[in-house]
């Protein structure tokens, strides 16, 4: 719950402009919500593999330009325990998690990342501005403890072998336990989808494919 509380303190409903300033001292009052969010929709590519994202984020800085073609200033909200000086172990701890907030947000093509740093008992001590593009090189002159190059290389990789390994229909399951240096591959149905679809995106695909038969046979 402080990631939620961290959030709700650092962003506001409106505009800078439109918010008065009753409404900003008032934030520590807040009661913590995570049901509005941002979704970015990318479409990228890893190697031979193309693929559309979608996912949460949690501000905007500004707002959002109207043009689909300029990029949005999105802004990812961490919060992470305040470092303890001369322990080494707390910076490779953070280090580790640095790979997890970049790689979230460089997928999403999320520019910044604003870390709150805070005490054992959730206390905020201090907020640090990450940039995303930045952090790979920050982890190759640190500790060492991830390098984004082979986190790239290695999921083109594994998106190549699983378009390999995928065939037909039916629902599959990708498991990886912890410890193991191995990712499991399997088929659980051989038809369907499972719960994963919704009946009504299904039936809204199965429309987009009629639209296209009929525009293919010039109907």
Request: hydrophobic share 35%; glycine share 8%; net charge positive.
């Amino acid at each position: 719950m402080l990631g939620y509380k961290f959030e709700t303190l650092s962003v506001l409903k409106k505009p800078w402009a439109e918010v008065t300033r009753d409404e900003i001292e008032a934030r520590e009052a807040e009661v913590v919500n995570n049901h509005a969010q941002y979704c970015s929709i990318v479409r990228t590519g890893f190697g031979a593999t193309s693929l559309i994202i979608a996912g949460e984020v949690d501000a905007v800085l500004g707002e959002k330009p109207d043009n689909p073609e300029t990029a949005v200033p999105w802004v990812e909200l961490k919060t992470a325990q305040e470092l303890q000086h001369g322990r080494r172990g707390d910076t490779v701890k953070f280090e580790r998690k640095m790979l997890r907030y970049w790689a979230q947000s460089f997928l999403l093509g999320v520019p910044t990342i604003a870390v709150g740093f805070r005490t054992q008992d959730g206390r905020l001590t201090r907020i640090e501005e990450f940039q995303t593009q930045r952090l790979p090189n920050q982890a190759k002159n640190g500790q060492r403890t991830w390098d984004g190059n082979v986190c790239i290389n290695f999921t083109a990789a594994f998106l190549n072998v699983l378009q390999q390994t995928v065939k037909g229909e039916g629902v599959w399951r990708i498991v990886h336990r912890k410890g193991e240096r191995r990712i499991h591959v399997y088929q659980t149905t051989t038809d369907g989808t499972g719960a994963i679809l919704k009946p009504s995106f299904k039936l809204h695909r199965e429309k987009l494919r009629v639209l296209e038969v009929s525009q293919a046979l010039g109907r």
